[in-house]
């Protein structure tokens, strides 16, 4: 597929862009062209009813742009490249390009548009696949600018951003990539740091739709959002105050409390499961610990999970057998955060596959027979460069997959990666992210099949961490290919949860969690990061 690239008319991209550019790979895609508009002078009139929002928030994002701003000549991928300069027409905030320029795209299939002008003509444009764009912002709930605002004044919990095949309709092109994200509500320049940082995985994933003539169903909100006025804008200032303040106290005084229980196998595909109080059964961690989390059963009944003790309130690995628990000891560092113990089987040895995200790339850790030793570790190969949150291994048809959300985009989509086997290369799928979706993409135990359906489960982190777990069936997975598609929810009556859920038999173990105010939750957190 032969790609041309519209820069600004500074001939500048910004930082997000050129890693966007970065991610699409060049096995299927040759980027050939570069276009601008020719001498774009144009200046943004600001009116003094809007001028609050340009003084105080919008600036913040013009500094972010400038800060990452890239002059083309210093972009491999592109600065050889001749640039080829547009003439056009302009009636307002909008433009068409000239006839005699859109005759030289003929050898094109397909034109990114980092420019953020508005394109009046994209029909007109005699290529395959017409021209594609950036627009953060979700158009079914707020169509049109700025993006952040109106989410934020709201009340949203969530942002979202498209790739779209534009129109002559703003903001209502198919769309190709779509991303759901937290909304952080008390830093409007982290969330633009955030959109940023998660639209470099999105261009190459709205190629390959392009490729395969995917789109995602969306419809567009009628209602078009303008920029505020200054009382409006003042209404959002003091509620990004408000939450900076609450969110200061919760990180100094709010403590998650941790539970494990063992459960009757909700219904996996059913819309909304409750799990009631009087369902579940808990199971007390060791002596002296502050909490357990993260259970993950094996097929002899041994159940492995996270257990934080004082003094460090760091994680560790513990088992539970017999109805006694004991430390995973052995050739893994004892001083280290440990969570999310996975077991893996392979050729009749069992691993203990867990997170090392804040120490080391992933490693797996060979267990005794007993199950209580680890006897050694074993690096992934591959992924020497990764730190993997929540990664979950799972065997099938041959190959070896790894679900897992990286630091590499912010913990915030799910990665997908393929090996032969355990000890051969891991590479990234070329469905990779496969989830851009806050209320899925982080994992919550291990892949599971039952009836020859494989379900994945993903946590709910739209409004708090875990606080829920949805349900996606795997329709397809081969070396090339990834399809989900969301069938259920599972809850619990009380609390919030479950955060992990892992299958034996009839029976699942999950865990959950409460919130409670206390002074001494500062010290916790600061000595489990040390």
């Known amino acids: ?147 952040i605002f109106w989410e934020l004044f709201s009340g949203s919990q969530e ?50 739709n392009l490729e395969i003539q995917k789109q995602i169903p969306m419809t567009t909100n009628q209602k078009l959002y303008r920029l505020p006025n200054n009382s409006i804008t003042l209404q959002v200032i003091l509620k990004l105050l408000i939450n900076k303040l609450r969110h200061i106290l919760n990180v100094l005084f709010l403590q998650k409390v941790w539970w494990i229980a063992k459960v009757q196998l909700p219904i996996l595909d059913k819309p909304i499961a409750v799990i009631s109080r009087k369902e579940i059964v808990k199971i007390e961690g060791p002596e002296g610990s502050f909490f357990v989390a993260d259970p993950m059963a094996d097929p002899d009944g041994l159940i492995y ?69 680890v006897k050694s570790v074993h690096f992934l190969k591959g992924l020497g460069k990764e730190r993997i949150a929540d990664g979950t291994l799972f065997p099938y048809q041959g190959n070896w997959y790894l679900f897992g959300s990286a630091r590499k985009s912010n913990y915030s989509v799910l990665h997908l990666w393929v090996s032969e086997s355990l000890d051969r290369e891991f590479e990234e799928h070329t469905s990779s992210p ?30 708090r961490y875990g606080s829920c777990i949805n349900v996606s069936r795997i329709e397809k997975l081969t070396r090339s290919e990834y399809q989900e598609t969301k069938c259920g929810q599972i809850s619990i009556e009380e609390g919030f949860g479950p955060h992990t859920l892992s299958v034996l038999g009839d029976t699942a173990f999950i865990d959950g969690y409460e919130e409670h105010w206390n002074l001494a939750a500062i010290l916790r957190k600061i000595l489990a990061r040390i």
Request: aromatic content about 12%.
């Open 434 to 463: 496969i989830s851009f979706d806050v209320t899925s993409q982080r994992m919550a135990g291990p892949i599971t099949e039952i009836n020859s359906v494989l379900f994945r489960f993903g946590q709910d982190c739209s409004s």
């Open 1 to 147: 597929m032969k790609v041309g690239i519209w820069v600004s008319s500074q001939l500048t991209l910004e930082k997000w862009q050129v890693e966007a550019i970065r991610n699409i790979g060049t096995q299927n895609f040759e980027i050939t062209e570069v276009f601008a508009l020719k001498d774009d002078t144009r200046k943004r009139n600001v009116k003094f009813g809007n001028i609050l929002y340009y003084l105080i928030l919008g600036s913040q994002r013009k500094l972010v742009r400038l800060a990452s701003s890239i002059k083309i000549t210093k972009v491999k991928e592109i600065q050889t490249l001749r640039v080829t300069w547009l003439d056009y027409e302009s009636k307002g905030n909008w433009y068409s390009v000239k006839t005699s320029n859109i005759k030289s795209m003929s050898k094109l299939d397909v034109i990114v548009k980092f420019d953020g002008s508005l394109l009046r003509n994209p029909e007109e444009f005699e290529i395959p696949y017409g021209v594609i764009s950036f627009h953060h912002g979700n158009p079914e709930k707020f169509r049109g600018r700025p993006a």
């Open 159 to 208: 942002i979202g951003m498209v790739v779209q095949q534009i129109c002559s309709k703003l903001d209502s092109g198919k769309v190709l990539s779509f991303a759901n994200i937290k909304l952080n509500n008390y830093s409007y320049r982290q969330n633009i740091k955030n959109l940023y940082k998660i639209s470099t995985f999105m261009l190459s994933s709205a190629l390959n």
């Open 305 to 373: 999970a996270e257990v934080v003790n004082p003094p460090l309130f760091r994680g560790s690995i513990y088992v539970l057998k017999s109805g006694s628990w004991t430390r995973l000891e052995g050739k893994n560092s004892t001083s280290r955060h440990y969570s999310y113990p996975q077991v893996v089987l392979s050729n009749e040895k069992k691993f203990i596959f867990a997170e090392t995200a804040y120490h080391s790339p992933p490693y797996l850790m060979q267990l005794s027979d007993s199950g209580e030793e």
